[in-house]
């Protein structure tokens, strides 16, 4: 998340959010949001807040092989 922060951080917030769940759209959201529901952005970077959480979001769709929706092909009416 270096997007978002100069280190690693863990939120048990996220990994409860998730714990014997399956993963779909659903709990990955509740998972992002989860992980930034102790975030303090300061007053230049709110953005990093949304940034982080739908990262995390992204990241476990990917990592049970769930397809990720292409925002560029959705915004011009789809395919090639």
Not at 16 to 29: C, G, L, V
Not at 51 to 60: C, F, I, Q, T, Y
Request: proline share 5%; net charge positive.
């Amino acid at each position: 998340m270096g997007a978002v922060a100069p280190v690693t951080w863990v939120s048990p917030e996220a990994a409860q959010a998730i714990a014997n769940k399956t993963i779909d759209e659903h709990t990955a959201s509740a998972a992002g949001a989860a992980a930034v529901s102790k975030a303090r952005p300061l007053s230049h970077n709110n953005y990093k807040v949304k940034l982080a959480a739908v990262a995390v979001k992204r990241a476990l769709l990917v990592a049970v092989g769930q397809a990720i929706p292409d925002l560029h092909t959705a915004q011009r009416g789809g395919g090639a």
